[in-house]
């Protein structure tokens, strides 16, 4: 596991469940595997409670199954889960894009285009690209003024997000630059229908990728 440095203001609990967070969408803590709140407390430096907090706050984002006296695993993943969370992120995500059309600026869509340039630099860098795939789409967000959703959102589909960054390291002919190429283009036109239409389709591409992720990792690590 690696442990990133506590952040200005960020209390235990926070500490635990971001670095947690990270370490098992990186699938640095494999699906399958078991921790213990006594070993990740002496890795990060706290005491077990924050700890323990983190793991049940990852228990009900069903990313971890407790099991008292014997520890914690670290769910497999579940496509059916993933499926549903794609769903969500269609809903919520076709009605941003469709507000970010509205209401973007010359300097909203320069921010956009920024970070695609960024993409394409760090393409061979699979951390990196989630990073500045989820700045893109939170830009959305904030474009449309519903920064608040992105931040529920972003908590609840950790599942769909593990097999974001699974994709990264196993598709080999990745689309996800070119979407958001042309997503950026559609709201700099303003129209709002092309872009819902080409998120719906960027979103989808993680569950139709499926045969090659499970081709590239262990059977172990699936539902």
């Not at 989820?134 to 593990?162: P, V």
Request: glycine fraction near 4%; charge should be negative; aromatic fraction near 8%.
């Amino acid at each position: 596991m690696y442990i990133e440095e506590r952040q200005a203001g960020e209390n235990g609990r926070d500490y635990a469940l971001r670095v947690l967070k990270e370490n098992i969408i990186d699938l640095e803590l494999k699906p399958g595997t078991m921790v213990s709140e006594k070993d990740l407390a002496e890795e990060l430096g706290l005491s077990r409670t924050p700890v323990r907090e983190a793991l049940q706050d990852l228990a009900k984002a069903q990313m971890v199954d407790v099991y008292p006296q014997r520890g914690s695993q670290i769910s497999r993943i579940n496509y059916e889960l993933a499926k549903e969370m794609q769903f969500t992120r269609n809903i919520l995500e076709g009605m941003a894009v469709q507000l970010a059309c509205r209401k973007a600026t010359d300097d909203d869509i320069r921010i956009l285009q920024e970070n695609i340039i960024l993409q394409e630099f760090n393409v061979e860098n699979a951390r990196k690209m989630m990073q500045l795939d989820d700045a893109f789409h939170r830009e959305l967000f904030r474009i449309a003024g519903r920064l608040y959703t992105w931040n529920m959102l972003s908590s609840y589909t950790l599942h769909f997000d593990r097999i974001r960054e699974m994709a990264l390291h196993s598709v080999k002919d990745l689309k996800i630059i070119n979407d958001h190429k042309q997503i950026c283009a559609a709201v700099n036109r303003r129209d709002e229908v092309l872009a819902k239409e080409l998120m719906e389709e960027h979103l989808a591409r993680y569950i139709v990728d499926e045969k090659e992720i499970r081709e590239k990792y262990p059977a172990e690590y699936f539902v």
